[in-house]
């Protein structure tokens, strides 16, 4: 197993203790009404809402290339990696 496996199954393991530890009811303030609520639906709504921010936020972009316009990134056409005779001679 990967080590960012073994991560996640840990960190899900001790969030699953923390839960259901404290399943007691508490008052509960939203905007300007109270509701009584199991401490353990407060506590698994926000998990499962930082999961997905997480998620959201981590994934890798997908990126567009724009090929509307050409732009000559290389006016030169050399090929890259290539050196001048210049360059050569400095270096040597």
């Keep these: 197993m990967r080590l960012k496996t073994i991560f996640i199954i840990i960190v899900t393991i001790i ?3 923390i839960i259901m530890q404290n399943n007691q009811e508490v ?4 905007l300007f009404s109270q ?3 199991s ?3 407060i506590m698994a709504v926000f998990v499962v809402t930082g999961f997905i921010l997480g998620v959201l936020v981590a994934r890798p ?3 567009k290339i724009d090929t ?10 050399t090929t890259p990696g290539t050196l001048s005779d210049e360059d050569r001679d400095y270096i040597h």
Excluded: A
Excluded at 68 to 77: A, E, G, K, Q, R
């Design 35 to 37: 509701v009584y609520i």
């Design 68 to 77: 509307s316009h050409s732009t000559d990134i290389n006016p030169t056409h």
């Design 39 to 41: 401490n353990l639906v």
């Design 27 to 30: 008052k509960f303030n939203i």
């Design 15 to 17: 969030l699953t203790v």
């Design 61 to 63: 972009r997908k990126f």
